[in-house]
């Protein structure tokens, strides 16, 4: 990947010296970014020799080495041949940037298969198609084809999906002094993806923390998996977002499980920092030019009471919690500030103190206090007239950034720079301050709140999955399994059993008479539940009678219930009616999987029965997972308080609900054939042994031999 990077030499294809020639502009801009390496152009269409000093050649096998990286922007149709040239000359890194390809039509997607080919039979590794490609701020590359100054050097590298949404991006970054390390463009990710990327940045040292814009997900189980293991932030705004609707809602799951809450589930566990706002990649990389919040004890200041008291609202509504250091710190604090201080508390309000000279020391003493773990600090900076000698105008146009800057690193403790004013003023102030300014506490708390929560994520370590040894039964699961396909309803319930998720005894019957006698037989009361594949919601057909007490009224019931289906779904085909033991008294909770298509399997679980898409009372955990982490996520939610016990009631025990989840992550990992499954309600009785009392699953078809 260096070879990407900070290649030693490089080959721009399609050259030349005509008015608006775009790969020009790529040369242009890597000599004004200092790029140290050879450059040449190839172009098989010129009998040009020279463009602007560059060597240019028809072919790359005519170059005196052979270049460590060739970026391609050319017409699609002329790529996969430039490809075949790159490959004879041996060119093995490609940044291809040209459009044309899977992106846009049937012809354009045949060609990227042509690319693929093409670049498979040579090894060679590309970029793109179909983005700006790569810059680096060390090396001095820069091969987006936009005209381009250099910028900042500095310690955020960003991976981007979109090459135009990441020029302002770049853009951005450098309006708000927040320095680049690494650019990389991906496109269409052919052939390197966002993991390839992040994996080398994983290990760059000059990168710090990196973001992430994606547009779609391909390898989401890899991007987990590495995002836990990196010791640097990843922050990630995924776009093009979906809602279930999208889906054919085959079941509670369905729509119970859409793309955003799996992202933000997958982005959890691996300690990937989500955003939703694009500005927030600014915010988050400021925090984390500050050193680490180690806890949650926040000292807030001002010489603004009025801000002071709605900072504290914001900090209390972001979960800090205010740092008190004790009477004797404050006493110290008033005889530095020489009693100038309105009020000695947290928040700090600093309105009498006019003494700009006291700041740096009365910092120094708050971050130096083992009470505080971090601090913001707002104030402002007008427009003023020049001269003024009075107070006031030393007060709000003295810089003590620099000792700001010396207080927060002697103590090791974020100080979060906060200033209002004139914004000619507070730009300057931003390029010259050595540490991060923020526009305002809402972007300060944001901050240091992310920052606070990465290091707590990071210092627990990453998640460790049970590994038990294989479930004994998970053969006979796949045998089960190899003689369904498509929508399979509650005889699912056969299946849950062989993974230890019991279920009330129960058979099918087929007419209204042999109801009555499997209801005698299993032992009233009972519960009659239709069978039909045009039934996906049983109470919305009438298809679910309860407490049936006697064989007689089982048969009244089977009739019932196939008017019922006939007046809902006509000309439906009723396959039967199950007749289930009636499960005793207790809470009904619900377990879901589904399969989703970049994270693999996932289970959902949390509060049932037929209300559980109004309260939406549901967690979720990527498989494989852990006892632990599901028993953290069931005491997140509203049914976990219940099992806790509320209001006088005892509490139930957790245990068994939770290894029947366990159960059911094991299942879908066993059986990837299982594209969705629901199992609701999962009745929970007093003593916490549990039933699970209806179930429907989409069985994907055998695969082709």
Request: charged content about 20%; hydrophobic content about 40%.
């Given at each position: 990947m260096d070879h990407f990077f900070a290649p030693a030499s490089l080959a721009v294809y399609g050259l030349s010296s005509k008015p608006g020639n775009t790969p020009r502009i790529i040369v242009d801009n890597c000599l004004r970014w200092g790029y140290r390496g050879r450059i040449f152009g190839v172009n098989p269409a010129t009998d040009e020799t020279d463009v602007g000093g560059i060597r240019v050649v028809r072919s790359a096998a005519e170059l005196p080495v052979a270049p460590e990286l060739a970026v391609v922007l050319i017409p699609a149709r002329y790529v996969?041949?430039?490809?075949?040239?790159?490959?004879?000359?041996?060119?093995?890194?490609?940044?291809?940037?040209?459009?044309?390809?899977?992106?846009?039509?049937?012809?354009?997607?045949?060609?990227?298969?042509?690319?693929?080919?093409?670049?498979?039979?040579?090894?060679?590794?590309?970029?793109?198609?179909?983005?700006?490609?790569?810059?680096?701020?060390?090396?001095?590359?820069?091969?987006p084809f936009v005209p381009s100054f250099p910028v900042r050097h500095g310690t955020f590298s960003l991976i981007t999906q979109s090459g135009g949404l990441g020029l302002f991006l770049w853009n951005l970054l450098e309006s708000e002094q927040v320095g680049l390390a690494k650019f990389a463009s991906i496109g269409n990710?052919?052939?390197?993806?966002?993991?390839?990327?992040?994996?080398?940045?994983?290990?760059?040292?000059?990168?710090?923390?990196?973001?992430?814009?994606?547009?779609?997900i391909g390898n989401g189980c890899r991007l987990v998996e590495l995002a836990a293991r990196i010791d640097k932030p990843v922050i990630l705004y995924k776009a093009n977002t979906t809602e279930a609707g999208s889906r054919a809602?085959?079941?509670?799951?369905?729509?119970?499980?859409?793309?955003?809450?799996?992202?933000?589930?997958?982005?959890?566990?691996?300690?990937?920092?989500?955003?939703?706002?694009?500005?927030?990649?600014?915010?988050?990389?400021?925090?984390f030019d500050l050193p680490p919040m180690r806890g949650k004890r926040i000292m807030v200041m001002s010489p603004a009471g009025g801000l002071g008291v709605a900072m504290a609202d914001d900090c209390e509504q972001a979960g800090f919690a205010f740092a008190d250091p004790g009477q004797a710190f404050y006493t110290e604090l008033a005889g530095i500030a020489n009693a100038g201080i309105i009020r000695l508390g947290n928040p700090l309000d600093m309105g009498d103190l006019y003494q700009i000279d006291k700041y740096p020391m009365m910092f120094s003493h708050v971050l130096a206090s083992s009470e505080v773990d971090g601090a913001i600090y707002a104030s402002q900076w007008p427009r003023m007239p020049a001269g003024g000698s009075d107070v006031f105008t030393a007060m709000f146009t003295t810089d003590i950034s620099l000792e700001l800057a010396g207080a927060m690193r002697s103590a090791d403790k974020p100080l979060a720079l906060v200033l209002y004013g004139d914004a000619p003023v507070i730009a300057a102030l931003k390029a010259r301050a050595p540490l991060p300014v923020f526009d305002g506490p809402e972007e300060a708390i944001r901050a240091l709140r992310r920052q606070m929560d990465f290091h707590v994520h990071k210092a627990a370590g990453p998640l460790q999955s049970d590994t038990p040894p294989p479930w004994p039964r998970a053969e006979e699961a796949r045998v089960w399994l190899n003689a369904r396909a498509g929508l399979v309803g509650e005889e699912g319930l056969e299946l849950l059993g062989l993974y230890d998720v019991p279920s009330p005894p129960a058979l099918v019957a087929r007419t209204a008479e042999e109801a009555e006698a499997l209801a005698e037989r299993i032992g009233c009361p009972v519960v009659l539940k239709v069978v039909s594949p045009a039934a996906i919601h049983k109470t919305e057909v009438g298809g679910v009678l309860v407490g049936i007490g006697s064989p007689e009224e089982a048969r009244r019931g089977f009739t019932r219930i196939k008017d019922n289906l006939a007046r809902h779904c006509p000309g439906a085909e009723l396959a039967g009616v199950r007749v289930m033991a009636m499960a005793p008294a207790g809470l009904d909770f619900f377990i879901g999987g589904l399969r989703d298509p970049s994270f693999g399997p996932v289970v959902l679980f949390g509060s049932g029965g037929i209300l559980v898409e109004l309260f939406q009372d549901v967690e979720r955990v990527l498989c494989p997972t852990s006892t632990a982490e599901i028993r953290a996520k069931l005491e997140r939610l509203k049914a976990g308080r219940i099992l806790a016990g509320m209001r006088g009631q005892p509490p139930i025990d957790p245990e068994p609900f939770i290894q029947a989840v366990g159960n059911v992550a094991r299942l879908l990992v066993d059986c990837p054939r299982i594209a969705e499954l629901d199992v609701n309600p999962v009745r929970i009785l007093p003593t916490g042994a549990l039933l699970a009392l209806d179930a429907r699953m989409r069985v994907l078809p055998p695969p082709s031999p």
């Open positions: 996969p041949a430039a490809v075949e040239d790159c490959g004879r000359a041996g060119i093995t890194r490609l940044a291809v940037q040209s459009g044309g390809f899977n992106e846009s039509s049937e012809g354009g997607m045949a060609l990227a298969a042509q690319l693929r080919d093409a670049a498979r039979r040579h090894g060679i590794r590309f970029v793109g198609p179909n983005g700006l490609t790569l810059a680096d701020t060390a090396s001095g590359l820069c091969l990710k052919l052939d390197l993806d966002e993991c390839d990327v992040l994996e080398y940045l994983a290990t760059d040292p000059s990168t710090r923390v990196i973001g992430l814009y994606l547009e779609q809602a085959m079941s509670h799951t369905a729509s119970l499980a859409h793309d955003e809450a799996i992202i933000d589930t997958a982005c959890a566990r691996a300690g990937i920092i989500r955003i939703h706002h694009l500005h927030d990649f600014i915010t988050t990389a400021k925090a």
